[in-house]
């Protein structure tokens, strides 16, 4: 679904967000703010470890403990025993365009990497309801490119539910702009994406400026969010 008139909500909802997020706990600032980021934890060795393992060869001499951020996650539920370890995630940068994020889910027998994308972490946040939105940077030629990840926490582990553009920025004899954001309701397990599209000229001014939505459900069949 796609509705051109909503082109004020949606850029009063990219203006005020700004990165991306609307809704839910911010668990890593984004790229660029030198505060402690919320939900910050000491580097265990394993994740060290196994983040080395993942990365190219070339590469993992330079993961060391003081570059890898990492987060506690929410429980999915306030059900979960106190027991029960919280499950983390972890992230590293290198040379701003290669990185890596993984979440570690806890268990009886210690963690297990759970989900991971060889891309470095502009932004993280938990939604609620065992939903994270998770902001990467991608190499683009010619521009820049941010691509949000939707993950839910589910019996089976953690599946990556949808994708999309965060931001696209492509300069030429005129400025692409494109900015992306997602609200979630995780209790009716719906999702609107944004989407505000700009051209401008080499002065700056705005010559084309297009905004749209897109209200998305979960399918509990396919595990996606679908139209």
């Known amino acids: 679904m796609r509705k051109p008139i909503w082109g004020a909500v949606a850029l009063m909802m990219l203006v005020s967000a700004g990165l991306g997020l609307l809704a839910g706990r911010l668990l890593i600032k984004p790229a660029g703010h030198s505060e402690q980021a919320s939900g910050a934890s000491a580097v265990p060795a394993w994740m060290v470890e196994d983040m080395r393992e993942r990365l190219d060869a070339s590469l ?3 993961v060391m403990p003081e570059r890898v951020h990492v987060m506690t996650l929410p429980p999915d539920t306030q059900d979960q025993p106190a027991s029960l370890p919280v499950d983390l995630a972890g992230s590293v940068t290198l040379d701003g365009e290669k990185g890596l994020f993984v979440v570690y889910a806890s268990g009886e027998g210690g963690y297990r990497a759970a989900y991971s994308k060889a891309e470095p972490l502009f932004s993280l946040q938990y939604a609620g309801g065992g939903y994270l939105v998770v902001t990467t940077v991608k190499p683009a030629s010619g521009g820049q490119e941010r691509v949000l990840y939707v993950l839910r926490k589910t019996a089976s582990g953690y599946r990556e539910v949808w994708s999309g553009m965060a931001h696209r ?16 309701d995780p209790m009716r397990h719906t999702m609107i994406y944004f989407r505000l599209e700009r051209t401008l000229d080499q002065t700056g001014l705005s010559r084309m400026e297009k905004s749209s939505y897109e209200l998305l459900r979960y399918n509990e069949r396919t595990h996606r969010f679908e139209k």
């Open 60 to 62: 993992r001499s330079r």
């Open 169 to 184: 920025h492509k300069q030429g004899e005129t400025t692409e702009l494109l900015d992306g954001t997602v609200q979630i």
